[in-house]
């Protein structure tokens, strides 16, 4: 057999094997995500999407003016999703923080603070291409409190807007 | 020169070891994208440079044939053309790394780790370090005589 014929089939023999065993474990996976998912920035977060997933947006606040009106009603505390070290480097103003990824060790210091459960808390991180403030609503909806929302254009877009923030711890 | 060229690719050895190293990096460095599709999808995006719809298809296929190729690699399987698909990938890394340079566009190569800090290496050391592998992959392509170690060649 002609060298480039064999190696198109042997190529074609391994991609078909990779293509299959990576369906069929992407299938069965608890990990495994959707086929297509959201990487559209206008349609709100970019996401992969988990296997039958129901993209749910009723919890999201889209426009950054809808967050500064809560902003400005005082009775609602903004929390950062971000590490410690962005958080510092500048926040919504009066924003408690939480990193996402260090959770469990701030969390009995945040309930300690914040322990009415039904306070109105909005989560965020670094705009759309950031999941974080979404699984910081999740974390806390898990933990008890009945009034989370997530704020999905971040700090960026505050920021940029020109609204309240400060610096440091 | 050419001697030493002519020399490596006829030694059987140093093929074996080529190869094995090549299979070792593909198969290492599919696996944490097969534990975390999600997030390596993310960093697909991160790129920019594929249509939203091929995002989560290339997260859950790319890995795995990045496992085959690095299994058949090291089982000495088609070895030749396992060497072509790995440079061929190698290829295509290079190429999304040489665009996003250009473009002067951070970003996380997810080559080896998924960071969920966003870390973005440097994309010239990324560059010279599949370069490397790539040159790497040309011995088991252009590899003429009997090979050690092969299951089916």
Redesign the interface.
């Known amino acids: 057999m002609p060298l480039l014929a064999?190696?198109l089939r042997?190529?074609s023999?391994?991609?078909v094997?990779?293509?299959l065993?990576?369906?069929g474990?992407?299938a069965m996976s608890p990990?495994?995500?959707?086929?297509?998912?959201?990487?559209?920035v206008s349609e709100g977060l970019?996401?992969?999407?988990?296997k039958n997933e129901v993209m749910t947006h009723d919890r999201e606040i889209t426009r950054v003016q809808d967050a500064y009106a809560l902003f400005q009603t005082g009775s609602v505390l903004f929390v950062d999703a971000r590490?410690e070290t962005l958080y510092s480097e500048g926040h919504i103003k009066g924003a408690e923080s939480l990193p996402v990824?260090d959770y469990d060790a701030h969390f009995e210091n945040f309930i300690a603070r914040h322990p009415r459960m039904d306070q109105t808390l909005i989560t965020y991180c670094s705009g759309r291409?950031c999941?974080d403030s979404h699984t910081l609503a999740t974390y806390l909806t898990d933990d008890g409190y009945t009034k989370v929302v997530i704020f999905i254009d971040g700090y960026p877009a505050w920021q940029k807007e020109g609204f309240p923030v400060e610096y440091g711890h | 020169m050419n001697t030493a060229i002519e020399n490596a690719m006829t030694n059987k050895k140093l093929e074996c070891l080529v190869r094995w190293t090549l299979g070792g990096v593909f198969v290492y460095a599919s696996i944490h994208k097969?534990?975390?599709?999600?997030e390596f999808?993310?960093i697909i995006?991160g790129y920019q440079l594929v249509p939203?719809?091929v995002?989560?298809?290339s997260?859950?296929?790319l890995?795995?044939?990045e496992?085959?190729?690095g299994l058949?690699l090291l089982l000495g399987i088609?070895p030749?053309?396992?060497a072509?698909?790995a440079n061929v990938m190698l290829g295509i890394f290079m190429v999304a790394i040489s665009i996003n340079l250009i473009r002067g566009h951070e970003f996380d190569c997810g080559c080896f780790s998924v960071n969920?800090?966003g870390h973005t290496a440097s994309n010239i050391e990324l560059l010279i370090r599949d370069a490397i592998w790539f040159v790497f992959g040309l011995l088991p392509i252009l590899f003429r005589t009997e090979r050690l170690f092969v299951i089916r060649s």
């Open positions: 064999r190696t042997e190529i023999q391994i991609l094997l990779a293509i065993f990576a369906l474990v992407n990990r495994g995500i959707a086929l297509m998912g959201q990487w559209d970019v996401r992969a999407g988990a590490d990824y291409e999941e | 097969i534990l975390d599709p999600s999808a993310k995006y939203g719809y995002i989560n298809l997260a859950i296929i890995p795995f044939v496992l085959f190729t058949f088609y030749r053309s396992s072509i698909l969920k800090n």
